[in-house]
């Protein structure tokens, strides 16, 4: 493709985009198709010969848009949001553009600095301690999903634990505690260090609160010290994915640091929550117990897929876990110190220029626009609760302080079991419609709906009519 046919297209392309947007309203929210459809229509066999990129768009809208479920739809209330934005959108674009690959400073020192400016301005924005600037001992780096970023918090919490991990590799049990609504990713990251699933500890939580026990924490762990065993990591989480319900950061820190355990803090959703100062309670302990610290703006803050940050209070577990210097790598910049190469800073070595979508959102619209956006989500999942409670019909999880709200229908004459198949049926239904996209959890055995609200598409109106679909479908 010559520069001027990437101009036409891009054009196309940028038009296309827009006009997306901008009907976005008009598609049903989740897909409609069937498994297999989409493959089906597409040639088993890639093509020989080249063809033009209109015929790509034509494909892309005759044959994959029916299966695209559509997240930037106002009536999209499932799982947690996962906002585009036109800055995002187009800062992503330059970053495709300039096709950087910034494993090392030296690879494209914009890159790499450029990062370090977002992660320390993001650190300021969410009043996150001082100690995660990347001038005192910690620093931020934007990893892909926070999947991965609790993976390397993981290795660097057992290089801490265990001295030797990284030349040496796992000589002794090492514990890891989660409870039992924290992300499947810290069982994942488990089981990708050697830790082992089964030494996963699952700390009870408080039945009110659903948040983790610390007087449980520190039981489980006295036991596995008097087994033998290395307690590596603590996760605490600030806005679970099932309900947004928060740990008492604060109480697993002291347990943390009496007994010496690194604490990883996944605030994934509700982290970036905290550019609202009313909203920073979420984060109390995080500043005094935290070792590392991690929050997806690819969700709730206005930039897409992906761009996960991760702060460390002190980074030189982690690079002593991960970095390894080939010859191949070998650089005057590197050899100098005077530069951060993020690659030690993650799994994989090659990365992407990320920072310049999370730059041009914060510049687009500012602390202040980004605060409005929260408060919209936030206010906006606030009257829903508020239907829910007025409404007989209905049984409303709390608290709900963020843009998720569970609830459920009441079937009094039905047992849990067959109230849950209800539920289940009935949010089905509304998803099949095409009309709003809700999704559901467990709570103590009892099948929850889960409303969500964060896009920047959504206004009052949505809002209302899914919670009248929702009311309509109850009966
Ligand atoms: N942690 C929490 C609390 C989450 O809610 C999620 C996803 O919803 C994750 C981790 C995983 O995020 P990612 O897809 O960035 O790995």
């Known amino acids: 493709m010559s520069p001027e046919e990437f101009r036409a297209f891009g054009k196309q392309v940028v038009d296309w985009v827009a006009d997306y947007l901008s009907g976005v309203e008009s598609h049903p929210v989740r897909s409609q198709v069937r498994p297999g459809e989409v493959r089906a229509q597409l040639p088993a066999h890639p093509p020989e010969q080249g063809e033009s990129f209109d015929a790509v768009l034509r494909d892309l809208d005759d044959l994959l848009m029916p299966g695209v479920t559509h997240w930037q739809h106002p009536n999209f209330f499932a799982y947690f949001p996962a906002n585009a934005s036109g800055p995002s959108i187009l800062g992503d674009l330059l970053s495709s553009g300039l096709g950087v690959q910034g494993m090392v400073w030296a690879t494209s020192p914009a890159c790499t600095e450029l990062e370090t400016v977002v992660v320390d301005w ?72 050697g830790i082992g699933a089964d030494n996963v500890r699952v700390v009870a939580v408080d039945p ?36 947004t319900a928060i740990d008492p950061v604060r109480a697993i820190g002291e347990v943390c640091r009496a007994r010496g355990i690194w604490l990883h803090v996944d605030a994934a959703y509700a982290g970036v929550a905290a550019v609202c ?48 210097l080939p010859e191949y790598l070998r650089n005057p910049a590197t050899a100098s110190g005077e530069v951060i190469d993020y690659r030690d800073w993650q799994v994989p070595l090659g990365r992407r220029f990320r920072a310049l979508k999370l730059w041009s ?86 099948t929850v709906l889960r409303f969500a609200v964060g896009s920047p598409q959504t206004e009052r109106r949505h809002v209302l009519a899914a919670w009248k679909r929702i009311q309509e479908a109850v009966g």
């Open 122 to 193: 993001m650190a300021e924005l969410l009043g996150l301690p001082e100690h995660f600037r990347t001038d005192a001992a910690g620093g931020g780096v934007i990893q892909d999903s926070a999947s991965s970023a609790v993976l390397v918090a993981c290795l660097a919490a057992l290089q801490r634990a265990g001295g030797e991990v990284a030349k040496r590799g796992i000589a002794r049990r090492h514990t890891l505690y989660v409870s039992e609504h924290t992300h499947s990713s810290l069982e994942r990251a488990a089981r990708m260090t």
């Open 208 to 243: 009110e609160t659903l948040g983790m026990d610390p007087a449980h924490l520190d039981a489980l762990i006295a036991e596995d010290l008097a087994a033998g065993a290395v307690p590596t990591m603590v996760c605490a989480t600030i806005g679970t994915t099932s309900t």
């Open 277 to 324: 100062p009313e909203l920073r309670w979420i984060n109390d302990g995080v500043a005094e117990f935290a070792d590392s610290y991690c929050t997806n703006a690819h969700k709730w803050l206005l930039t897409n897929f992906d761009c996960s940050l991760l702060w460390l209070a002190d980074r030189g577990p982690m690079i002593d876990a991960l970095s390894i």
């Open 361 to 446: 959102v914060l510049r687009w619209y500012g602390a202040a626009g980004l605060r409005e956006h929260i408060r919209a989500g936030v206010g906006l999942a606030q009257e829903f609760a508020g239907w829910v409670r007025e409404d007989p019909r209905f049984e409303l999880l709390e608290p709900h302080p963020l843009g998720l709200v569970c609830f459920w229908p009441r079937f009094p004459e039905l047992s849990t079991e067959e109230a849950g198949e209800r539920t289940y049926r009935i949010m089905e239904s509304l998803n099949e419609s095409g009309e709003l996209y809700l999704t559901h959890t467990k709570v103590d055995g009892r």
